[in-house]
C-alpha cells in the first residue's frame, strides 16, 4: 500500500475479530457484559424452567422471565454507571 492509500480507519482494521471487541469493551466497561451474560442467564434457567412451570399460565411464566431478565441487564448498567461516577468524580483526583 502506498503512502497516499493509508488506511482511514487504522483502529477498525486491526480490531476485526470480535473477541478482541469483547475484551476491550470488558476493560473499559465491564459491567455490560457482565449485564449481557446475566440476562443470557435468566433466559436460559426461564427456558429451562418452562417445562417444570406447573399449573401457572406460559403468559405469567413469560412475563416473570422478562422482568428478572430486564432488572438483571437494567442493574448492571445502573452499577455500571454508578462505578464510572465513582472511578471520575472520587477517585480521580481533582486537576
Known sequence: MSPSQESILPDYETETSQTSKLL???KETPF???GMGG???VVAYGLYRLKHRGDRKLS???IH???AAQ???VGALTCGV???MFREY????KE
Open 39 to 41: 440476562f443470557t442467564a
Open 82 to 84: 454508578l462505578y464510572s
Open 60 to 62: 405469567l411464566h413469560l
Open 71 to 73: 432488572g438483571f441487564a
Open 32 to 34: 455490560v457484559p457482565i
Open 65 to 67: 422471565m422478562r422482568v
Open 24 to 26: 476491550k469493551k470488558f
Open 90 to 93: 472520587v477517585v480521580k483526583p
